[in-house]
């Protein structure tokens, strides 16, 4: 019923927007006297901001067509390399350049599509061979391609490090943003332990919930102040008939968008006025600033029951992977395994999802790993979002990430 009643309230709001879209551009036409004086510009630019924010949201282009390398364009192209269920490896093949060490990027699958990365994976184009995780929308996969949960997730991890070993340099460089951290934590431990020839030479972990128990958020609590049948029972949901995925129990990515929004309701309510006021006053790239954001920030995807469900038990109420408790199939996950991995852990001064600690934890953890592999860096005045997008990832954050890889790239 949850989702029924989501799907109804969306098919409404995606007519009105496109009434108010109209509107808007109805009063905006320089042949409407009313563009010019009375309310006319007022009404216009709320109707605008109305229809924006209502409009519904595919899975959004990564549109990353070149990059400069030594002062000169390079061309660059999309390419799937490897195809799964619930997800696929994609490599941003710039065109006429060879080597350089090989990046894997792990996005999250946490609500939003891997192209909210689209700016790590921008900056980081010029000095890596870069490839991503694109995990799928839930909705978009049918039943009958069985369950994925986070054994699952942190497989895929290990298929993904060994095709991209098998095409060159056979240890990658990994690095992972936000919930990704834990898994792809695992994933390495779990390749040292079996000398994997394709375990990473680098992971690098960015506002990741490796011991959530270090100065918990408003995220953190909601997931410990109630029980785990709780969240069965109240956030999960069936696909309707109208989907490839009809009848898969999932996360909607529409609770997890409305999670967000209003634990930060004041900040964006006052970013949808700054939009309104500067489409009043003639201001459109300010605007416009807003609106993309936002456009990436809407667009949401689903994920299974059983992944969103294991985590929230796993990482945030059992805290097994600090505690050295966390199995993979029936398996100990032993962060002692990581001996000649380099570790770098990034954390944000005002990150509101992962709290001062929570990544840097990772670096305790792997007890036999030489210090000289190790390094953690906060970067000062920056929030969860800014870690990995923005003017401060490029100028103040990538560069040590760059530099990390340099030093340990063979």
Known sequence: MLYDAYEIQRSLL???SAWANFSAGLLNNPANPFAYFGGGPVLASALEVFAHASAP???????LDFTTIAGKRVEVREEIVL????????????SGVEGGPKLLIVAPMSGHYATLLRGTVERMLPVADVYITDWRDAKLVPVSEGRFDLDDYIDYLVAFLAHIGAEGDPRAHMLAVCQPSVPAYAAAALMSADKHPNRPRTLTMMGGPIDTREAPTAVNTLATERPHSWFAQNVIATIPATYPGAGRRVYPGFLQLAGFMTMNLGSHMVSHWEMFKHLVQGDGESADSTMRFYEE????????????????????QSHALPKGEMLHRGRRVDPSAI????ILAIEGERDDISGLGQTKAALTIADKLPAKLKQYHMAPEVGHYGIFNGSKWRNRIAPVLEQWIAAHSG
């Not at 195809?83 to 710039?94: D, I, N, S, Y």
């Not at 001996?339 to 380099?342: F, H, N, V």
């Open 297 to 316: 920030y809407r667009s949401v995807c689903d994920m299974t029951a059983e992944f969103y469900l294991q985590t929230i038990d796993v990482v945030f």
């Open 57 to 63: 949201r595919g899975k959004p282009d990564f549109g």
């Open 14 to 16: 995606a007519g009105a």
């Open 83 to 94: 195809r799964k269920p619930f997800g696929q490896l994609k490599r941003f093949v710039r």
């Open 339 to 342: 001996t000649d991995i380099a």
